[in-house]
């Protein structure tokens, strides 16, 4: 358990997480989910610390709460959703950082999201000390796999989404508009270069022509214009739920209608109501069908990920008991005190010889410091509990001693 500065009136606080993704439900229930986020997120509102992750392909929230257990039961209900606590959420979100939980095995850009989604919770105060902590450690062990090359396959999902729609063209050369100026869009872009006879870009803001050489660039208010005479369609951006960029209309009103649209966005940017006119239409649903097969996670990282996650989890933990600890300090050092004062006694009066006293001195000090854990404990919630009456003891030792001051 990730725990609170906790006394015996406080409930313990549990790191949980309920989340939802291609691999267990719809691109409309996410899509819906998305357009319903308030209902959704009213559920964390209490937690201690919490961390949205909001991806094409996943909708996740990590969180710290005194209620974890009431709130994943509510969701372990729905097969849509899958919750977890403790050390396993701990070891999905480094799956989910090293790209294993991807269409893709170790695909790049889920690191920068979580990155990107880590700083504007930052800024908003919702995360704090440990699942700073959490995150923090996650994202450096992930740089740190990858680097080394644990992670075998460092590819872009973009790119094989795009190598995918080339082959299905079967055609040498071709036109292609991509809407969107991001991340995806460029890789996109960087991937198409070789391929495509003439690469149209669509966005609402400006760009300089370093970003896409050699494409032509045009603003949503020429979109008819770009589309006109293309083969195939890539969109990579955001829009609200239902909110189509392109429909049946639309679609209607070219002399030349695409071949292929590929709709990277969730929510959809482009009804998928176009294919029933002829046009073949990707989204990541589709997407996930035409590439699961090619790609499979690396089975011998999982005893490395487990004890990557339990060192994590632990760092986290021991982090946040540092305030016992430090009243283990003030405990111990009362108690050392208090027992020179009764060893300086003992000398003076010559009731023992010297050797004796100090033996007697340090047994009476360990077992009054160590007293309540000498016997192991028997599991987790069993220390939490032992080092609470620590903490307990070193309160009110130091209570005693201000009240000797005074």
Not at 32 to 48: I, P, Q, R, T, V
Not at 321 to 341: D, G, Q, S, W
Request: proline share 2%; charged share 30%; aromatic share 10%.
């Amino acid at each position: 358990m990730i725990e609170s500065n906790i006394n015996d009136q406080k409930k313990s606080s549990e790191l949980g997480l309920v989340g939802t993704s291609y691999k267990f439900s719809s691109i409309e229930f996410r899509e819906s989910l998305m357009e319903n986020f308030d209902d959704f997120a009213s559920d964390f509102e209490g937690c201690n610390e919490k961390f949205v992750l909001i991806t094409c392909n996943r909708i996740e929230v990590y969180f710290i709460s005194e209620n974890t257990s009431n709130i994943l039961e509510k969701y372990a209900k729905d097969s849509r959703y899958y919750t977890a606590k403790g050390k396993d959420v701990v070891k999905h979100l480094l799956l989910v950082s090293l790209g294993l939980d991807s269409f893709l095995p170790g695909e790049e850009s889920i690191y920068y999201q979580i990155k990107n989604s880590f700083v504007k919770s930052l800024k908003n105060g919702e995360v704090k000390s440990s699942l700073k902590c959490i995150i923090n450690r996650t994202l450096s062990v992930s740089k740190k796999l990858r680097k080394a090359g644990l992670i075998t396959s460092k590819k872009e999902i973009a790119s094989e989404i795009a190598k995918k729609a080339v082959d299905y063209l079967n055609q040498q050369s071709f036109n292609a508009v991509i809407i969107g100026s991001g991340r995806t869009a460029k890789t996109i872009y960087e991937y198409l270069k070789g391929y495509s006879k003439s690469i149209s870009i669509v966005t609402s803001r400006k760009l300089y022509n370093a970003e896409f050489p050699g494409a032509r660039v045009y603003s949503y208010q020429e979109l008819r214009e770009a589309f006109e005479g293309s083969d195939i369609i890539f969109s990579a951006t955001t829009t609200a739920p239902k909110d189509y960029i392109i429909d049946e209309d639309f679609i209607k009103g070219l002399q030349n209608k695409p071949k292929l649209v590929v709709d990277l966005g969730v929510p959809r940017n482009i009804n998928p109501n176009v294919k029933n006119m002829g046009i073949t239409y990707w989204d990541m649903e589709e997407i996930y069908k035409i590439t699961k097969n090619d790609n499979i996670a690396p089975e011998y990282l999982d005893s490395m990920l487990k004890q990557e996650s339990d060192s994590i989890y632990l760092a986290a933990y021991y982090k946040k008991i540092r305030p016992e600890i430090k009243n283990i300090m003030k405990r111990a050092y009362h108690i050392i005190n208090e027992e020179a004062l009764i060893a300086e006694k003992h000398l003076k009066d010559n009731e023992h010889d010297t050797d004796y006293v100090l033996k007697k001195m340090a047994e009476r000090t360990v077992k009054k410091l160590l007293g309540p854990i000498l016997s192991n404990p028997k599991n987790e919630d069993d220390l939490k509990s032992k080092i609470n009456v620590l903490e307990a003891l070193g309160a009110k030792n130091e209570k005693d001693s201000d009240s000797h001051k005074a």
